[in-house]
């Protein structure tokens, strides 16, 4: 099995690109099953979960091929609507195939996503939704089969989820009628997502506490950029920061980090930006910060949870970072810990009391964004470190060892 080799205590310095948001590519992906015609992505990360994304497109008859960071879909063969139970199971994301599927052929066959072990995960809120739009909903021995035509409703989320509101609102740009959720997701790939919808013909309205969505018969094709992903950023930055260096990344604005940049302020970094890339500059010493919680758009990103513990513990002074929209994302802290961090769970909050050094160690990675600050230990650690299950790692982050080889790490797959 490949394990990730990182020989930590270089400054990382000099400069890289930001690559498409993998969060944003997939559910866009998903929502081409939605066009009867040509769409095609350009800044497509190449990524495991976005090759996987591909994979589901094909296996139902559709055409989806990459050429360097362009991906062409045509979904006007696509002829099935059960999704391989193998490829449900590789990502969260193949959820978010659903409505599209549904709402385009009437019925679609699906099971159990897999994805990130951060706790339960459920989707009762895309059943729900898909349930009050007139569908037919039938479980079996744990596949889920969802039929009829849908309506315009009013559905309320008692919880903004980024994977329903995506789904759901997919699914809506060809129903009958309007559709209303209330509470949705804000988060910019969602909004990118509508961008996106709405370049093919959607009719997609966001407003204060909810978005609109009114049915039409049939989207286009189009071509759409990918939004720079932000979390992959804030993962280098936090590296940056980690060993003490400075670096520029390239295709991302400060707004585009938005609370992340003033996180990382605060921490003492000096954060810039010129012709559409930020430069961070770490200080000498981190300071820390107490009070650090997690909560949807706008609020500070779960998907920055464990790279910000990794980069506080080498904080002076004692930070609080509490966990508030997944029940279990905390397995990279007893793999920390291995590193010399110093971390304490109380309910969902870390209490970290930041060490002057961390040690290399044997880790080992068991989600996309652990795996992260597993990497950002390493590289701030003195001595040798290796991460094992690295494949956690690479479903969301292209390039990662020519980007940080690229920064002056040390770093290489045995
Ligand atoms: C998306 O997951 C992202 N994944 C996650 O990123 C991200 O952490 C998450 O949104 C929150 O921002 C993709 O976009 C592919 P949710 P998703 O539905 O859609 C509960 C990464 O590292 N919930 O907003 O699954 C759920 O259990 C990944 O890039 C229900 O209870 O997130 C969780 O506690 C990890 N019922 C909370 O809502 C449902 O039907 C947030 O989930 C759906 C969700």
């Given at each position: 099995?490949?394990?990730?080799r990182?020989?930590?205590?270089?400054?990382?310095r000099?400069?890289?690109?930001a690559?498409?948001a993998?969060?944003?590519?997939?559910?866009m992906?998903?929502?081409?099953v939605?066009?009867?015609?040509r769409?095609?992505l350009?800044?497509?990360?190449?990524i495991?979960?976005?090759?996987?994304?591909?994979?589901?497109?094909?296996?139902l008859?559709?055409?989806?091929?990459?050429?360097?960071?362009?991906?062409?879909?045509?979904?006007?063969?696509?002829?099935?609507?059960?999704?391989?139970?193998?490829?449900c199971?590789?990502?969260r994301?193949?959820?978010?195939?659903c409505?599209?599927l549904?709402?385009?052929?009437?019925?679609?066959?699906?099971?159990?996503?897999?994805?990130?072990?951060l706790?339960?995960?459920?989707?009762d809120?895309?059943?729900?939704?898909f349930?009050?739009?007139?569908?037919?909903?039938?479980?079996?021995?744990?596949?889920i089969?969802l039929?009829?035509?849908?309506?315009?409703v009013?559905?309320?989320?008692?919880?903004?989820?980024?994977?329903?509101?995506?789904?759901?609102?997919a699914?809506a740009?060809?129903?009958?009628?309007?559709?209303?959720?209330t509470?949705?997701?804000?988060?910019?790939?969602?909004?990118?997502?509508?961008?996106?919808?709405?370049?093919?013909?959607?009719?997609?309205?966001?407003?204060?506490?909810?978005?609109?969505?009114?049915?039409?018969n049939?989207?286009?094709?189009?071509?759409?950029r990918?939004?720079?992903?932000?979390?992959?950023?804030?993962?280098?930055?936090?590296?940056?920061?980690?060993?003490?260096?400075?670096i520029?990344i390239?295709?991302?604005?400060?707004?585009?980090?938005?609370?992340i940049?003033?996180?990382?302020?605060?921490?003492?970094?000096?954060l810039?930006?010129?012709?559409?890339?930020?430069?961070?500059?770490?200080?000498?010493?981190?300071?820390?910060?107490?009070?650090?919680?997690?909560a949807?758009y706008?609020?500070?990103?779960?998907?920055?949870?464990?790279q910000?513990?990794?980069?506080?513990?080498?904080?002076?002074g004692?930070?609080?970072?509490?966990?508030?929209?997944?029940e279990?994302?905390?397995?990279?802290?007893?793999?920390?810990?291995?590193?010399?961090?110093?971390?304490?769970?109380?309910?969902?909050?870390?209490?970290i009391n930041?060490?002057?050094?961390?040690?290399?160690?044997?880790?080992?990675?068991?989600?996309l964004?652990?795996?992260?600050?597993?990497?950002?230990?390493?590289?701030?650690a003195?001595?040798t470190?290796?991460?094992?299950n690295?494949?956690?790692?690479?479903?969301?982050y292209?390039?990662?060892?020519?980007?940080?080889?690229?920064?002056?790490?040390?770093?290489?797959?045995?």
């Amino acid at each position: 099995m490949p394990v990730l080799r990182i020989k930590g205590g270089t400054p990382l310095r000099g400069e890289i690109y930001a690559s498409g948001a993998k969060n944003a590519v997939l559910p866009m992906t998903a929502a081409s099953v939605l066009i009867n015609g040509r769409v095609t992505l350009t800044n497509c990360p190449r990524i495991a979960d976005a090759e996987t994304s591909a994979e589901i497109i094909k296996a139902l008859g559709g055409c989806a091929e990459f050429d360097k960071n362009m991906l062409t879909i045509d979904c006007s063969g696509l002829n099935l609507t059960r999704i391989p139970q193998r490829l449900c199971e590789k990502m969260r994301s193949s959820i978010t195939f659903c409505g599209p599927l549904l709402a385009r052929f009437g019925c679609v066959g699906f099971y159990e996503p897999g994805g990130c072990v951060l706790g339960k995960r459920p989707i009762d809120l895309h059943i729900k939704g898909f349930k009050a739009m007139g569908a037919e909903v039938i479980e079996e021995r744990g596949k889920i089969t969802l039929k009829g035509s849908l309506k315009g409703v009013k559905i309320n989320l008692p919880f903004p989820s980024v994977g329903a509101t995506q789904s759901l609102m997919a699914a809506a740009c060809l129903a009958k009628g309007t559709t209303v959720i209330t509470n949705p997701s804000k988060e910019p790939e969602t909004l990118a997502l509508a961008d996106f919808l709405n370049l093919c013909g959607g009719k997609i309205s966001f407003y204060e506490n909810k978005v609109e969505i009114e049915g039409v018969n049939r989207l286009h094709s189009a071509q759409a950029r990918v939004i720079p992903d932000r979390i992959e950023a804030a993962t280098y930055l936090c590296a940056a920061a980690a060993t003490k260096g400075e670096i520029t990344i390239k295709g991302i604005t400060i707004s585009e980090l938005g609370i992340i940049g003033d996180v990382l302020k605060k921490t003492g970094c000096i954060l810039t930006e010129e012709h559409n890339a930020v430069f961070l500059k770490a200080p000498q010493r981190l300071n820390a910060v107490d009070g650090l919680t997690t909560a949807p758009y706008p609020g500070f990103p779960t998907d920055l949870q464990p790279q910000i513990c990794a980069l506080l513990s080498l904080a002076q002074g004692k930070s609080v970072v509490t966990e508030t929209v997944f029940e279990a994302r905390n397995r990279h802290i007893p793999e920390l810990i291995k590193t010399g961090a110093e971390i304490t769970e109380k309910n969902r909050s870390f209490i970290i009391n930041g060490v002057n050094s961390l040690k290399g160690a044997k880790l080992t990675a068991f989600d996309l964004r652990g795996g992260a600050a597993l990497v950002i230990a390493a590289l701030a650690a003195e001595g040798t470190s290796e991460i094992h299950n690295p494949h956690h790692i690479f479903r969301g982050y292209e390039g990662l060892i020519q980007k940080i080889t690229s920064l002056g790490g040390n770093i290489e797959i045995l």
